[in-house]
């Protein structure tokens, strides 16, 4: 695991999140702030892994400051090996040592039980992402 660009999370997100839509929709906003991260796996030089954390609030949480999981997505020849967890576990180490208290993402419903295994509980009824689909906010304490 290791830092990358934003620009580096680019072919991954369409790829696995926004297939048969034009790049320029995986670009988002808060990409580029200093305050946000993105995260790669690789194997080899081949970028396998993606996910970013943005500094950002809920009104689901009361915690003054917390990171939201944005854009998680892992290359679907390694599915099922274990490297979204490694993901999140690699984000959450780096987000404690910042201090951060809590960890949440807009959860695809086909995800629900990835992030539950990791001790994310869902704290909001399911709504709709546009062009994306179904989705809960989960969050973890990290503290």
Not at 47 to 55: A, D, Q, R
Not at 99 to 114: H, K, T, Y
Request: net charge positive; proline share 3%.
């Amino acid at each position: 695991m290791r830092y990358i660009s934003a620009e580096k999370t680019l072919e991954l997100r369409q790829k696995v999140l926004r297939l048969g839509k034009p790049q320029s929709s995986c670009i988002w906003k808060g990409d580029n702030l200093k305050s946000t991260m993105h995260i790669g796996a690789f194997v080899d030089s081949k970028c396998i892994g993606i996910l970013s954390l943005f500094e950002a609030n809920t009104d689901e949480l009361s915690e003054t400051k917390h990171y939201q999981l944005r854009g998680m997505a892992v290359d679907l020849e390694y599915r099922g090996k274990g490297i979204g967890k490694q993901l999140v576990n690699f984000s959450e180490h780096e987000l404690k040592a910042l201090g951060i208290p809590v960890l949440w993402c807009n959860a695809r419903i086909s995800a629900e039980e990835f992030y539950s295994k990791l001790s994310f509980k869902i704290i909001s009824k399911e709504f709709i992402v546009p062009d994306v689909g179904p989705h809960y906010k989960m969050s973890k304490s990290l503290i």
